[in-house]
């Protein structure tokens, strides 16, 4: 029976794999519940889950869930210890707590863009999470944790994308980038925006040399030596009245 429920979970982690992009590590929410039924059935949730799912986990929860295990008191408050172990995944109910249920469904939304499984034993839970395509479930039975098997919303979306009326996640990534690297992933008010900066580059050479100082063709020395308007002095005689001047030929 250990090898039959290991090919099973192989086969349906792998469904998950190529339809839905999961990747390890993989990411896994908790719920009490879940640690509760843990912890009353002896089972070592970070020793056993690595193994049952062939790979490397991080166990998560959020705060809405361990407070709803402190204001449920002292009964559970064994798996309030085991819950505080794992990571803690911020929710938007930061301020106003809501139940575990309805926090863990937020944080799926409508497509499991993170790519969570969910670790629980809520049965209005499980079929809340069971409307959304691509939810990995983890629950106990027999002293035993067992993956629940694709549901039927996954399966339905998953042919719809082989039909080519949906795309994958993978594809939808892929678009995505490449979006970004042509820089068009923005809103259509925004596109035209925003202006590339220029790199900046070293000065041109020949704009750092000095402007000659514009001006006039300068004419040769001994033009400009004759133009020079030649005065004499007039030379003074004896009695104070000057000679005529002397003009040369």
Same mark, same amino acid.
């Given at each position: 029976?250990?090898?039959?429920?290991?090919?099973?979970?192989?086969?349906?982690?792998?469904?998950?794999?190529?339809?839905?992009?999961?990747?390890?590590?993989?990411?896994?929410?908790?719920?009490?519940?879940?640690?509760?039924?843990?912890?009353?059935?002896?089972?070592?949730?970070?020793?056993?889950?690595?193994?049952?799912?062939?790979?490397?986990?991080?166990?998560?929860?959020?705060?809405?869930?361990?407070?709803?295990?402190?204001?449920? $008191?002292?009964?559970?408050?064994?798996?309030?210890?085991?819950?505080?172990?794992?990571?803690?995944?911020?929710?938007?109910?930061?301020?106003?707590?809501?139940?575990?249920?309805?926090?863990?469904?937020?944080?799926?939304?409508?497509?499991?863009?993170?790519?969570?499984?969910?670790?629980?034993? *809520?049965?209005?839970?499980?079929?809340?999470?069971?409307?959304?395509?691509?939810?990995?479930?983890?629950?106990?039975?027999?002293?035993?944790?067992?993956?629940?098997?694709?549901?039927?919303?996954?399966?339905?979306?998953?042919?719809?994308?082989?039909?080519?009326?949906?795309?994958?996640?993978?594809?939808?990534?892929?678009? +995505?980038?490449?979006?970004?690297?042509? $820089?068009? *992933?923005?809103?259509?008010?925004?596109?035209?925006?925003?202006?590339?900066? +220029?790199?900046?580059?070293?000065?041109?050479?020949?704009?750092?040399?000095?402007?000659?100082?514009?001006?006039?063709?300068?004419?040769?020395?001994?033009?400009?030596?004759?133009?020079?308007?030649?005065?004499?002095?007039?030379?003074?005689?004896?009695? $104070?009245?000057?000679?005529?001047?002397?003009?040369?030929?």
């Amino acid at each position: 029976m250990g090898l039959k429920r290991q090919k099973l979970a192989k086969k349906t982690i792998s469904f998950y794999k190529y339809n839905f992009s999961f990747r390890e590590p993989f990411q896994i929410l908790f719920d009490g519940t879940f640690c509760q039924s843990a912890l009353t059935n002896k089972i070592q949730i970070k020793e056993q889950m690595p193994k049952y799912l062939m790979g490397e986990v991080q166990l998560c929860t959020t705060s809405c869930a361990l407070k709803e295990l402190e204001t449920l $008191g002292k009964d559970l408050y064994g798996a309030k210890l085991i819950l505080q172990r794992f990571q803690t995944r911020r929710c938007p109910h930061f301020k106003e707590p809501v139940p575990a249920s309805d926090c863990l469904l937020s944080m799926l939304g409508e497509t499991n863009p993170h790519n969570y499984f969910v670790a629980t034993q *809520d049965r209005s839970l499980t079929e809340g999470l069971k409307k959304i395509p691509g939810v990995p479930l983890l629950y106990i039975i027999h002293n035993t944790i067992v993956l629940d098997k694709p549901c039927q919303t996954s399966l339905d979306h998953v042919r719809a994308v082989q039909l080519g009326e949906l795309v994958s996640p993978a594809q939808q990534q892929s678009i +995505r980038s490449l979006k970004e690297v042509q $820089g068009i *992933d923005q809103k259509d008010g925004e596109r035209q925006g925003k202006k590339r900066k +220029r790199k900046q580059s070293n000065p041109n050479p020949l704009s750092c040399l000095k402007k000659k100082k514009k001006g006039g063709p300068t004419l040769p020395k001994k033009e400009t030596e004759k133009r020079k308007r030649v005065r004499n002095k007039k030379p003074r005689t004896e009695g $104070g009245v000057s000679a005529p001047a002397v003009t040369h030929a």
